[in-house]
């Protein structure tokens, strides 16, 4: 079973759609996250998210939101989609009450944006 | 929060060599990550090293942790084609909310 799953894994819109990403963990984790990876690699996160508390990247724009609908998944949405948005995004997951231990990663949801 | 960056930002070597990368930052913190990412995949996560150690060893990986320095290094033992990858580091900020915070990572090439 895959740990951490995103889908589609590939995705080509038009600008000023609204798109979703799913994320599903079957890890039992309680905390999961989203990154951003760009061209150059760098890899940002933009959301951290709990059953206590969502950390948003103050960098990150309002066209984007974790919607988490249970404990297992964190969804992302992206509305007005725009050319910059083009990257791959990355769901991952952690143990919040053990923090000393590794997070997992999904495969990537490649977003092209034309 | 900080991230880690690692340098050199691209490795070539042959195989048989080791390959050593470097990871920086800029706050206290509680542990660093080391992580692997093969073309087109997700994060692997390869080793942890917390604060109060100084290094460790996980088959042919090995990682020191030089916190007065800021800074940490991986290095690969008689490298191998299948090494070939981007290596990151990760670190978190002590006395906050644990993100693992990434840079841009190191990419190697091991040739056959």
């Known amino acids: 079973d895959t740990a951490v799953s995103q889908t589609p894994k590939y995705l080509v819109t038009q600008m000023g759609n609204d798109k979703s990403i799913k994320c599903e963990q079957n890890l039992g984790h309680d905390t999961m996250y989203w990154y951003k990876q760009d061209s150059k690699k760098f890899l940002k996160i933009m959301f951290s998210?709990?059953?206590?508390?969502?950390?948003i990247n103050e960098t990150v724009p309002n066209r984007f939101s974790p919607k988490s609908p249970d404990k297992a998944h964190l969804n992302l949405h992206i509305n007005s989609l725009e050319l910059g948005d083009s990257a791959v995004y990355f769901c991952a997951s952690s143990s919040y009450l053990e923090p000393n231990t590794e997070a997992f990663f999904g495969q990537g949801t490649r977003l092209t944006v034309v | 929060s900080q991230q880690g960056e690692e340098d050199p930002q691209a490795l070539s070597i042959q195989e048989g060599e080791n390959a050593t990368m470097n990871c920086s930052y800029k706050?206290?913190?509680?542990?660093l990550q080391w992580y692997r990412q093969n073309s087109g995949r997700g994060l692997v996560h390869l080793i942890l090293i917390r604060s109060n150690e100084r290094e460790k060893h996980s088959g042919r990986l090995r990682v020191t942790l030089d916190t007065s320095k800021k800074s940490s290094s991986l290095l690969i033992t008689a490298s191998r084609a299948a090494d070939t990858a981007s290596y990151f580091c990760a670190t978190d900020a002590s006395g906050g909310s644990y993100i693992p915070t990434f840079g841009r990572g190191t990419s190697l090439i091991v040739h056959p």
């Open positions: 998210y709990n059953n206590k508390e969502l950390i």
């Open positions: 706050t206290s913190i509680n542990n």
